[in-house]
């Protein structure tokens, strides 16, 4: 025979609630406030260049990426 029991069971998850342009330090508050647009960069160099095997990332606000990126670079499949 088997018994059972209602079992509340709590589970820890990660959330991100922060965001912080990499950029300006700009902050957004995920959970209290709408956010507004934010995106993720990742810059990777090829074989033989000085950053070799180097990674950047970071996050982004629109309005950097507007005043840094947009003018300079291409969308991808273009």
């Known amino acids: 025979m088997k018994e059972v ?3 509340k069971e709590e589970i820890e998850t990660e959330k991100v609630i922060t965001i912080r342009c990499d950029f300006c330090q ?6 209290t406030i709408e956010c507004e647009g934010f995106g993720s960069i990742k810059i990777e160099f090829g074989y033989g260049s000085k950053y070799d095997g180097i990674i950047y990332s970071g996050e982004i606000c629109d309005n950097c990426f507007e005043d840094h990126f947009k003018e300079k670079l291409r969308i991808k499949g273009d």
């Open 5 to 7: 029991q209602v079992v």
């Open 26 to 31: 700009k902050e957004f508050d995920k959970i």
